[in-house]
């Protein structure tokens, strides 16, 4: 036996080293490329008269908020802006680079600044654009030229957004910039990635197709319209920058409304008891439609109508947005997913950005019995857990009921108080939307949602 035992010792001793030996490899290798393949994840690129972020095309619909980078660097100061552009549909924020010396250095800290600037936006699926040149500055040449030297230098590794170069003579200063920081995405009058114009021409260029050899002939640059929104049938091939003002916002909400938000709806109200409609409940699925609803995303066959439920069928629409916004409302409705299935229902969402983090969701799985944790069924997602999970098994139906006033978030699920959270007390909550669309969220599995019916407070 003893020798049985010194032999297997033996042999777990070399299987124990020969994993230490491969983990640390592993170890090593993951250190030195997947940086670089993180770091690229949010990379803003132009490919083929395409701007993306990351691997997704991106359409920038940016409000200027020039002195948005002199304010705390505090993500916190930061979440109402972004709230207010995503709520009407705007998807990036533009902001003068801040730390100029006067001899047209910049300091290293603005590296950070614009970094934590940038979490914050990547965080809620938004984008920047940076204006490298002050107002003040832009009637001396060789100050400039100092200037994005001096920025690209600092900024050189921080590719995450489009960098905004005018001032006299922009082919020059494009050029002094890329010398020192070549893999960042410029945009300016001439000599950039993106061609900034303040007047669009009256037809948009034809982009040229494969030749008989299927080589790809020249492609006309990205646009991006200073100052102004392009016209409605060029809003999502032309990239544009309004300033920060209330007739922005007022333009941004009326171009990017969806136009089920402006069509006639009656509620059908048949499907409520007597004793709903008498409280003030108002119906918000028919049952047969869905007339009400409209899709966030291009596919609107995501989701169905089957059975008097609305079912997820494919993925594509994002989500399922109602009509109307609401502030303060009760929700109800029944729903039921698969086991291992993800969804949620989204409250006070924005039309635009992440509606998790500027919104709200309240998180929908299919996880009966597992333990609770903050993106348990119940919980308010990624930030408040529920008190328990209160999910009845895979396929049967889930009764839930939501109060939000004010800061106050309620939430009932079969019988249990899953959720009574003071948003206001919660240092990420407090900041969210406090009115927004309810949508049925599309996350790429079944899900089936009926009953529902809403009440104003």
């Known amino acids: 036996m003893d020798f049985i035992a010194t032999v297997e010792w033996r042999f777990f001793m070399r299987v124990g080293w020969?994993?230490?030996?491969?983990?640390?490899?592993?170890?090593?290798?993951?250190?030195?490329?997947?940086?670089?393949i993180l770091a690229d994840?949010?990379?803003?690129?132009?490919?083929?008269?395409?701007?993306?972020?990351?691997?997704?095309?991106f359409m920038m619909r940016a409000v200027r908020i020039s002195e948005m980078a002199l304010r705390s660097t505090a993500p916190s100061e930061w979440a109402a802006t972004f709230a207010r552009i995503a709520d009407v549909g705007g998807?990036?924020?533009?902001?003068?680079?801040p730390g100029y010396a006067a001899d047209g250095s910049l300091?290293?800290?603005?590296?950070?600044?614009?970094n934590t600037i940038m979490d914050a936006a990547l965080w809620r699926r938004m984008g920047g654009l940076c204006r490298i040149l002050p107002k003040k500055a832009?009637?001396?040449?060789?100050?400039?030229?100092?200037?994005?030297?001096?920025?690209?230098?600092?900024?050189?590794?921080?590719?995450?957004?489009?960098?905004?170069?005018?001032?006299?003579?922009?082919?020059?200063?494009?050029?002094?910039?890329?010398?020192?920081?070549?893999?960042?995405?410029?945009?300016?009058?001439?000599?950039?990635?993106?061609?900034?114009?303040?007047?669009?021409?009256?037809?948009?260029?034809?982009?040229?197709?494969?030749?008989?050899?299927?080589?790809?002939?020249?492609?006309?640059?990205?646009?991006?319209?200073?100052?102004?929104?392009?016209?409605a049938e060029r809003l999502g091939t032309v990239h544009f920058v309004l300033p920060g003002n209330e007739q922005s916002y007022e333009d941004l909400e009326a171009a990017m409304k969806n136009p089920a938000e402006s069509a006639e709806w009656t509620p059908d109200n048949s499907t409520l008891s007597e004793r709903e409609r008498a409280e003030g409940f108002v119906s918000l699925f028919n049952g047969k439609t869905l007339d009400g609803w409209w899709f966030l995303g291009a596919n609107t066959k995501g989701f169905a109508v089957e059975n008097g439920a609305i079912v997820w069928k494919a993925e594509g629409g994002?989500?399922?947005?109602?009509?109307?916004?609401?502030?303060?409302?009760?929700l109800r409705l029944e729903w039921k997913i698969n086991k291992g299935g993800n969804s949620?229902?989204?409250?006070?969402?924005?039309?635009?950005?992440?509606?998790?983090?500027?919104?709200?969701?309240?998180?929908?799985?299919?996880?009966?019995?597992?333990?609770?944790?903050?993106?348990?069924?119940?919980?308010?997602?990624?930030?408040?857990?529920?008190?328990?999970?209160?999910?009845?098994?895979?396929?049967?139906?889930?009764?839930?009921?939501?109060?939000?006033?004010?800061?106050?978030?309620?939430?009932?699920?079969n019988d249990q108080v899953v959720q009574e959270t003071n948003l206001t007390e919660n240092d990420e909550l407090r900041t969210r939307l406090r009115?927004?669309?309810?949508?049925?969220?599309?996350h790429g599995t079944f899900v089936a949602f009926r009953n529902i019916r809403v009440k104003k407070l």
């Open 138 to 231: 832009l009637e001396d040449k060789e100050k400039c030229l100092v200037m994005v030297r001096s920025a690209a230098a600092v900024l050189k590794n921080e590719n995450r957004l489009v960098y905004w170069i005018d001032g006299p003579d922009p082919d020059e200063l494009v050029k002094a910039f890329r010398e020192v920081a070549p893999g960042l995405v410029v945009a300016a009058k001439s000599g950039g990635d993106i061609e900034v114009v303040e007047k669009l021409a009256d037809k948009p260029p034809v982009r040229s197709k494969k030749t008989t050899r299927g080589q790809a002939k020249p492609t006309e640059k990205p646009l991006l319209l200073s100052g102004k929104l392009p016209p």
């Open 41 to 57: 994840k949010d990379k803003m690129s132009v490919r083929d008269g395409v701007l993306y972020l990351g691997k997704n095309p």
């Open 344 to 413: 949620g229902i989204y409250l006070r969402a924005p039309r635009a950005g992440r509606q998790s983090k500027i919104g709200m969701e309240f998180q929908l799985q299919g996880d009966a019995g597992q333990p609770v944790t903050n993106q348990t069924s119940g919980a308010i997602y990624d930030v408040v857990a529920p008190r328990m999970n209160a999910t009845k098994p895979p396929g049967e139906w889930n009764t839930v009921e939501i109060l939000l006033e004010g800061g106050r978030f309620r939430a009932v699920m």
């Open 107 to 114: 300091s290293p800290g603005a590296a950070r600044t614009i």
């Open 18 to 36: 020969a994993m230490c030996i491969v983990l640390g490899i592993m170890t090593v290798f993951a250190s030195a490329v997947f940086p670089d």
């Open 318 to 330: 994002r989500a399922l947005y109602t009509r109307d916004r609401y502030d303060n409302f009760i």
């Open 91 to 97: 998807n990036a924020v533009c902001f003068t680079l």
């Open 435 to 442: 009115r927004g669309f309810i949508g049925l969220q599309d």
